[in-house]
């Protein structure tokens, strides 16, 4: 929501530039992984966004919360405690997603009529692809019911298995997803390609069926007033007698001096750095997320150092700098991160094929 709210505010920055920037109504949000789920959020709370694009969402995202469980993804409880990606209301729900009142299908269905293409990844469990499919379907027939339903695309068929690769496959439909919502240049349709290794049912879960709206126009002829009484109501004549009063208390309330001991202060953190890692894991494969704080005087260049599990190797990773592959592995800041206030934080991560282990990052 604090993203949503900040992307709200840029698109308020180029309205009021008329259009001396950029066209306020051809905005399109996208992001992956946990940039993906920021996007879906974005798309669904700011009606200006003419194209929501998110991509391998996960958990917190996409994935309908009833489907998670069973599908073996990250686990709602995982996902509340990884990061506030779930409000504080959520807690009582992330061992029984069927006391729900809401699912995340009708969250993709705020989008519309709106332009929505959910990209996603069949092949990691750990994102809830199925799931994700089945939110997709949902969403699809509310957008049918506003007459929009070839305004949502949702495409997972692709052959890379690789967390947040570019892929060859969804170029077309982005394509034509752009030239439709932003650039009003085409009409093409959206398409709905779900792979085999991971499709949903909608049948599975809906015990609705979608509404037929009526799109009658109100009748012309105001209804009939109704005429004011032509006896006015009885009136109550205020008490004879005025209500009794409390009198004030003869003894002043106690008070309650101050403490002569003052509470004890919190030494402020060393400074420096420190790192912390978390892990979402599935079979063969794990994604790492690692956090570097920085301690009572500002960072200006920091270096992670983690050793990963005998066999583990990595296959990819995103705002950092990498040495290595397998064994001991070395991450440093990239240009834009460099630089954190004391007391903050920037994250980085990685995905890496095999078991994670125990993660120990330290930090300098």
């Known amino acids: 929501m604090a993203w949503s709210w900040g992307v709200s505010r840029i698109i308020d920055v180029i309205e009021q530039s008329g259009g001396t920037i950029l066209r306020p109504d051809a905005t399109g949000v996208t992001g992956c992984s946990r940039f993906g789920k920021g996007a879906f959020v974005i798309g669904a709370f700011d009606q200006r966004i003419a194209l929501t694009m998110p991509i391998e969402s996960g958990t917190a995202g996409a994935p309908i919360f009833r489907g998670v469980p069973g599908e073996g993804a990250q686990s709602l409880s995982s996902a509340y405690g990884e990061q506030p990606w779930l409000g504080d209301a959520f807690g009582s729900f992330t061992g029984s997603p069927q006391r729900l009142p809401v699912d995340t299908h009708e969250i993709a269905a705020m989008v519309a009529p709106r332009g929505l293409f959910i990209m996603d990844n069949p092949h990691i469990a750990n994102l809830g692809p199925r799931s994700a499919s089945v939110a997709a379907l949902g969403a699809a027939e509310v957008y049918k019911a506003l007459g929009a339903g070839d305004a949502i695309s949702y495409w997972s068929d692709v052959t890379d298995g690789t967390h947040c690769a570019s892929r060859s496959e969804w170029r077309t439909p982005l394509q034509q997803n752009i030239r439709r919502h932003l ?182």
Do not use: H
């Open 183 to 364: 650039l009003k240049t085409a009409n093409d349709p959206g398409v709905i390609r779900i792979s085999a290794k991971a499709q949903g049912r909608l049948s599975d879960w809906a015990t609705w069926t979608t509404p037929t709206l009526d799109s009658t126009p109100p009748p012309s002829t105001p209804p009939p007033s109704t005429p004011p009484p032509s006896t006015p109501p009885p009136s109550t004549p205020p008490p004879s007698t005025p209500p009794p009063s409390t009198p004030p208390p003869s003894t002043p309330p106690p008070s309650t001096p101050p403490p002569s001991t003052p509470p004890p202060s919190t030494p402020p953190p060393a400074s420096g750095c420190t790192a912390s890692a978390s892990v979402n894991a599935w079979t063969g494969g794990f994604v790492a997320t690692v956090r570097v704080t920085a301690g009572s005087t500002p960072v200006n260049g920091w270096t992670v150092g983690i050793t990963l599990a005998s066999g583990a190797t990595v296959t990819n990773s995103w705002n950092a700098n990498r040495t290595g592959t397998t064994g001991a592995l070395q991450f440093t800041n990239v240009a834009y991160n460099g630089q954190i206030p004391a007391g903050g934080y920037t994250e980085f991560g990685f995905q890496a094929t095999g078991s994670p282990g125990t993660l120990t990052p330290s930090c300098s």
